[in-house]
């Protein structure tokens, strides 16, 4: 199965010390501002990585995927050990803790009515990709893609690994391809970072990446759209 995509935007996200060159490029103070105070004070780090990579996305009315494999995971073991302790939780943080959560806050604050989904997945790009994918055949003009990865971080387990979150803004056409075949032995330890790691959205670039359940290959040509 091969889908075909128009690139219209990409930006990206890296946090939680990043290594690799190519993830150091995405490291950056996160711009909020246009966000009222009020509702700023409730934004984890990956809802303030959200607003700041669609800050420069007008209007935001459009479908939108977010997907991740384990969401805001640390938010998650910190309300654990709160009840663990016999401590009330804040209404506010379990609220904020599902996994629709992040696109939910996008579409309340750009008054967004369209369709928003929550994709959990071990490829959490490509598969909100086919996602996107769906909401372009029936009918959307372009969809909003925003998959993130959350290294975990506790006292007892840190994975010593960057955080990030990919914002793609994409349409019918024909400069990004993802193809979906049968998995291989390899699989990949994180797919997000891979795709950072080997996309440039100014020259053309290949390569493959796999899950447990498929082999996935990209292609991608740029435009000067992107």
Request: aromatic fraction near 10%; hydrophobic fraction near 40%; charged fraction near 20%.
């Amino acid at each position: 199965m091969r889908l075909n995509f128009k690139l219209d935007f990409f930006d990206a996200v890296v946090f939680n010390g990043a290594q690799d060159a190519k993830l150091v490029a995405y490291e950056r103070e996160l711009d909020v501002s246009h966000v009222p105070p009020l509702e700023r004070r409730r934004l984890s780090r990956a809802a303030k990585c959200a607003f700041d990579l669609t800050k420069n996305i007008a209007p935001l009315d459009m479908p939108i995927v977010f997907s991740s494999y384990e969401g805001e995971i640390n938010r998650c073991f910190e309300l654990q050990n709160t009840l663990a302790h016999g401590e009330l939780i804040s209404p506010t943080s379990f609220s904020l803790s599902v996994h629709n959560a992040l696109s939910s806050l996008l579409a309340i604050n750009f008054k967004n009515r369209s369709e928003i989904s929550a994709v959990s997945a071990y490829a959490p790009l490509e598969y909100a990709l086919l996602q996107a994918h769906l909401m372009l055949k029936s009918g959307a003009k372009n969809a909003l893609v925003l998959a993130y990865h959350e290294s975990i971080s506790q006292e007892y387990f840190d994975e010593s690994a960057p955080s990030c979150m990919v914002c793609l803004l994409v349409s019918d056409g024909e400069n990004l391809s993802l193809s979906q075949g049968e998995p291989d032995a390899k699989t990949d330890e994180n797919l997000l970072v891979k795709f950072l790691q080997n996309f440039d959205p100014k020259q053309k670039c290949s390569w493959q990446s796999a899950d447990k359940n498929s082999a996935w290959r990209w292609d991608y040509e740029p435009s000067s759209l992107v």
